[in-house]
């Protein structure tokens, strides 16, 4: 198999580690600007010769240039599969794939959490649910200043709505689409950036249950956590730390750790999926939907 990846920034690189990893790729080509030893690079996608000879293709660039990538795609190639980063857009934006397989990467529904959640709610109905995320945006990549990154450039596609869309993908995946009640987003912390810092919205979903979400950039104790409340029981699952904590009526609590993966895992795990049977994969439509959950957050924020 051939795999081209469209970009290759540090979301890039990583996949390019992971596909190298697999041993099903006889070769792995890159679209980017850089000079790369021992790599067939392209400088654009145009450049790109014998465009359709690819079996699989991920789309890793900046955010902003998805839509354009994509439509390109499908009018160059057919019958492809195309994984496409997170978010699927800057902004909400209507696009019809007419000849290709569509996938978007939210490589957290990857995470072996989820599996055990989906059982535990097999025959509960969820009442209130409140998820938390957050980490500080200059310890993402110390290796560059937080004023050049992406993330920090609303126009670019930055801002942690869109960044940790990751929250909103899952939340309508496990509890259904998100009817929005309230939101916040903005920029309250003196890091030197123009995108939104911090975004709080409250929504419903299925069964009427009640779900908060807070996601930021300022927190200095990265956290990645969601409590799920029944009215037999409380979960609360903690995705940096692995665990899940149990709790019952009686007041009793209970703790499980879970097997320890390295990140690269849950791509690999994805990758898989995707090349097979597409499986826990967000699909273009669900994508999509998460983009108008953002895009409706940005109206009702920014008019």
């Not at 930055?158 to 920029?187: C, T």
Request: proline share 3%.
């Amino acid at each position: 198999m051939k795999a081209l990846i469209i970009g290759y920034g540090s979301i890039g690189q990583r996949h390019h580690d992971v596909l190298s990893s697999m041993e099903i790729f006889e070769a792995i080509h890159i679209v980017t600007s850089q000079i790369l030893d021992d790599i067939t690079t392209f400088k654009t996608l145009e450049d790109v010769t014998n465009i359709d000879t690819y079996d699989y293709y991920v789309i890793a660039s900046e955010t902003y240039k998805h839509f354009d990538q994509l439509i390109y795609l499908d009018r160059h190639v057919n019958q492809k599969i195309i994984l496409c980063e997170k978010p699927l857009f800057d902004r909400y934006q209507e696009i019809t794939i007419e000849n290709n397989h569509v996938y978007i990467g939210y490589v957290l529904r990857f995470h072996p959490i989820f599996t055990s959640i989906r059982t535990l709610l097999n025959e509960e109905t969820p009442i209130l649910i409140s998820i938390k995320t957050g980490s500080y945006l200059p310890t993402w990549r110390p290796q560059r200043d937080y004023r050049t990154l992406y993330s920090a450039f609303s126009e670019q596609g930055g801002g942690v709505l869109l960044d940790l869309s990751h929250e909103i993908d899952y939340a309508q995946w496990l509890f259904g689409p998100l009817r929005l009640l309230n939101s916040y987003q903005g920029k309250i912390s003196d890091l030197e950036i123009d995108s939104d810092d911090i975004t709080v919205i409250t929504a419903q979903g299925n069964h009427n249950t009640l779900i908060t979400l807070s996601l930021d950039y300022i927190s200095k104790i990265p956290m990645r956590e969601m409590s799920i409340h029944t009215n037999n029981q409380s979960i609360h699952a903690d995705m940096i730390n692995n665990t899940l904590k149990i709790g019952t009526k009686e007041g009793e609590v209970q703790t499980i750790a879970l097997e320890p993966f390295e990140r690269n895992d849950l791509f690999i795990q994805m990758h898989r999926s995707a090349l097979g049977d597409k499986e826990n994969l967000c699909t273009l439509h669900e994508g999509l939907n998460v983009m108008k959950t953002i895009s409706y957050v940005q109206e009702h924020n920014h008019g």
